[in-house]
Nanobody
Framework: QVQLVESGGGLVQAGGSLRLSCAASGRTLSYYYYAMGWFRQAPGKEREFVAAVSWSGTFKDYADSVKGRFTISRDIDKNTVYLQMNSLRFEDTGVYYC?????????????????WGQGTQVTVSS
């Protein structure tokens, strides 16, 4: 089991930027590869996939709504995944959750996720 600790959320005006971080820890990291990614959920809305990156950092996937604005990256040595969010919009507001799964594809599906972070609030003012 991997423990995830998120940080970087906050309040920002539309058009601004934020960078989220998710640090992973646990014995699993010493033996297995895994993909990491982000989901978000706004009040009254379903949780939605945002972005994911493979263990190597080579393969990435994004929700259509954030393509060209968000960039996901991974630092293997630090066991940390980042989500750089630029040109933020009001509709990007929500709680952002870090997650892990064995592959990017399975992580994007959002089913049987191995580990979830506690969530970090992102609020974009208009």
């Amino acid at each position: 089991q991997v423990q995830l600790v998120e940080s970087g959320g906050g309040l920002v005006q539309a058009g601004g930027s934020l960078r989220l971080s998710c640090a992973a820890s646990g014995r699993t990291l010493s033996y297995y590869y895994y993909a990491m990614g982000w989901f978000r959920q706004a009040p009254g809305k379903e949780r939605e996939f945002v972005a994911a990156v493979s263990w190597s950092g080579t393969f990435k996937d994004y929700a259509d709504s954030v393509k060209g604005r968000f960039t996901i990256s991974r630092d293997i040595d630090k066991n940390t995944v980042y989500l750089q969010m630029n040109s933020l919009r009001f509709e990007d507001t929500g709680v952002y959750y870090c997650a892990t799964k064995d592959t990017v594809e399975r992580l994007r599906q959002g089913l049987a996720i191995d580990s979830w972070g506690q969530g970090t609030q992102v609020t974009v003012s208009s």
